[in-house]
């Protein structure tokens, strides 16, 4: 992994995923830390992620190491017309690697292929953001104590919802049963579905929460934009078919957590905020140790 | 059979690239850049065939093409198949086959792509052979066939 670039999920083998979920699991445990004296990296926000930017800077500031880049395209040379070639040259002359973020589709790929310092994808666009995959995983772990043989719900927003499409793809090697509920017009595509098929993985597809979330180990959130829909009144009617309460959760079972990748809007309410089954605030704290794990072995000091 | 038709009909040395569906000729013509070339060219078009209802033809002197070169058209004319030509006489036939990676020759449907942002050279995966879809290297997205645009 040492140099390696990390655009996405699948630049990771399951060996590999594993390693870095093992290292998370040290950096939750030692939380001082100096790894990253002298070192500094760059966190390249060309859109607004405050979260994501935050939980990267934390990682780094915990380790010791020292932060340079903006945080929104607005107040760089990008708005001067800069390349981001030119952008990511001259950066990777000033840092020993780059945390990017970038609305464009492929520009990690891109970044990675010109920058002589290793790159983190922190979500390029409607493509991948492998961080966040990397943080589902150390939570489903470390509250299930496995990533095997698990029953993973996934809810909201399955068509366009990169989080859950690099989620299904990273659990696969691990034997799950998948549930999807979502709206008829955001089922998980049909290229997902294939490949579960090709691998014997067995999913059921669900217009709505059923009695079936009991058998659930994990509840996987997402929102559901309104900007999916052309028929506004259609949004109307069904946004709260998949709104999760905490009297939906009586009868789960008493390992059963839930996640969500965050901001949510309205999807969960906040009546299960209380509930030892709401999961998502420690799974953004997971975040941190995840991102201190990567980014120390991409730089093989760890 | 006078001097002048045989010059248009037959060549001596070279390639001759027979059944490209007609509607793909000028697609041919750019992936293969014989824009770019000075040898004896001769195209026919609209010409008739029972396999792709109209195909077209091109003829190039004194040109002997690569298979990695000439195998770059079959994602437009798949169909296509070569006469290597020495001395009037056709001594090789062959067929064209989609090469595994399509290098710069293609442009990625996908607006919000980075290589149709910025001035980079396009990189693809095929997928699939028999229905052409291409895999960005890029932004990870499949394309079919209908949403293939050669580059100019
Ligand atoms: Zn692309």
């Known amino acids: 992994m040492k140099n390696k670039s990390l655009v996405s999920i699948n630049d990771y083998s399951t060996e590999e995923i594993m390693q870095i979920l093992e290292l998370a699991k040290y950096f939750e445990e030692n939380t001082e830390q100096n790894l990253l004296a002298g070192k500094v990296i760059a966190t390249l926000f060309y859109e607004p992620s405050t979260r994501t930017r935050l939980s990267f800077e934390s990682a780094v500031q915990r380790l010791g190491g020292s932060i340079i880049g903006f945080s929104d395209s607005n107040s760089s040379s990008v708005t001067k017309g800069e390349s981001l070639k030119d952008t990511i040259m001259t950066v990777a ?3 020993d690697l780059i945390v990017m973020r970038h609305p464009l589709d492929g520009s990690a790929r891109y970044a990675s292929e010109v920058s002589n310092v290793p790159i983190i994808n922190a979500g390029d666009g409607a493509n ?4 966040q995959t990397l943080l589902d995983l150390y939570s489903i772990k470390k509250t299930q104590g496995t990533l095997k043989n698990l029953n993973i719900f996934l809810v909201g927003d399955l068509k366009y919802g990169r989080t859950v499409h690099s989620l299904l793809l990273a659990l696969m090697d691990f034997n799950p049963i998948f549930n999807f509920i979502s709206h008829e017009k955001l089922k998980m595509p049909d290229e997902y579905k294939l490949l579960l098929d090709a691998r014997k993985i067995k999913y059921y597809e669900h217009k709505e929460f059923t009695d079936i979330i009991s058998e659930a180990d994990i509840i996987y959130m997402t929102r559901t934009q309104r900007e999916r829909f052309s028929d506004q009144l259609e949004y109307e009617k069904t946004k709260d078919t998949y709104v ?4 939906m959760l009586i ?3 008493p390992n059963m957590k839930i996640l969500h990748p ?5 999807e969960i309410n906040i009546d299960v905020d209380d509930n030892n089954k709401a999961y998502y605030f420690t799974q953004a704290l997971n975040g941190v140790y995840v991102r201190q794990a990567i980014i120390t072995k991409i730089l093989g000091l760890k | 059979m006078n001097k002048k038709e045989l010059k248009v009909n ?6 001759v690239i027979d059944h490209i569906p007609a509607k793909d000729l000028f697609k041919v013509i750019r992936i293969l850049k014989l824009d770019k070339y000075n040898n004896q060219i001769t195209f026919g078009t609209n010409l008739e065939s029972k396999k792709l209802g109209y195909k077209a033809i091109i003829k190039i002197s004194d040109k002997f093409f690569e ?10 004319a798949s169909d296509a198949n070569l006469n290597i030509i020495r001395d009037y006489q056709v001594i090789e036939k062959k067929t064209v086959t989609i090469p595994d990676q399509i290098i710069g020759i293609a442009k990625c449907f996908n607006p919000k792509c980075i290589t149709n942002n910025e001035e980079i050279i396009t990189k693809f ?14 932004c990870e997205k499949i394309m079919d066939k209908a949403q293939l645009i050669i580059n100019q």
Request: hydrophobic share 30%; charged share 25%; glycine share 2%.
């Open chain 1, 251 to 253: 009868n789960t079972k």
């Open chain 1, 93 to 95: 002359n000033y840092s």
């Open chain 1, 244 to 247: 999760l309460r905490n009297a």
């Open chain 2, 10 to 15: 037959a060549i001596k040395d070279g390639t």
């Open chain 2, 125 to 138: 995966t095929v997928v699939s052979k028999k229905d052409v879809s291409l895999k960005c290297h890029y």
């Open chain 2, 67 to 76: 298979d990695d070169e000439i195998n770059k058209i079959a994602l437009v």
């Open chain 1, 128 to 131: 991948q953001h492998p961080t």
């Open chain 1, 262 to 266: 965050l901001p949510r809007v309205n």
